[in-house]
């Protein structure tokens, strides 16, 4: 968990500024397999209004603010 913090951290100014309704998608090799494995077996992850996930081998991000 800490690493998706750490994740969503780093790179959260790009993360923040997408819009409602948009999805960021990543190939998982762009992210730590640590990551990969917990999105795997946990439904989601949110911190500081973004939200993280596993969708069709792939990394889904998406601003969930309001």
């Known amino acids: 968990m800490n690493n998706i913090i ?4 780093s790179n959260l ?3 923040s500024s997408l819009v409602d309704s948009e999805v960021l998608e990543l190939e998982c090799d762009c992210v730590s397999s640590n990551i990969v494995d917990y999105l795997k077996l946990n439904y989601r992850f949110d911190y500081k209004n973004i939200c993280v996930y596993y969708s069709d081998n ?3 991000v998406e601003n ?3």
């Open 6 to 9: 750490k994740f969503i951290e």
């Open 13 to 15: 100014l790009v993360f």
């Open 58 to 60: 792939k990394i889904c």
């Open 64 to 66: 969930c603010c309001d």
